[in-house]
């Protein structure tokens, strides 16, 4: 009996491993810096974060902050969960935030977004971070989330690319 169990727990192991999402860790911070960080040839700080700023408008993002000097720029895009605008944006949303969007039916979605924009001479090292936030109707913060899905991150930078 007691190898019967032995052999059960080891089978159950084995095919836990190669299911997925069964075992996945979740990213370093090591790891999640790298997925959000690209680096550009580009030597003009100033039309990087045109580029930038120009691709967050183009998803509806309102900007909140820039400062040239230091190459920060801040974004955010809300949204009531209950309105006729949530049929239209939520696919394109949980595209972003790599489904996080679709979990919320009622109060306030926000997508937060900061970038660090560094001169590196020839390159500008681009760090962006996407933060969900779901708000219930009393305004209560319900769930936040960083976003840490590598193919948000690509299709962002491939769109800012288009503007550089």
Known sequence: MNKLLYISALLLLLVSCSIPGLGDKTPSIVEVREIQTETIKANDLKKTMKAAINTLQDDDFMISYTDLDVGIITAEKSENAESIMDIAITSLLSQLTDGF???????????????????????MKIRTSFIAKVYDTSGKLMKQESVKSREVYDAFYRRLRKFM
């Open 101 to 123: 969007w679709n979990k919320a039916s009622k109060g306030l979605r926000t997508v937060y977004v900061n970038i660090n924009i560094s001169d590196l001479g020839n390159d």
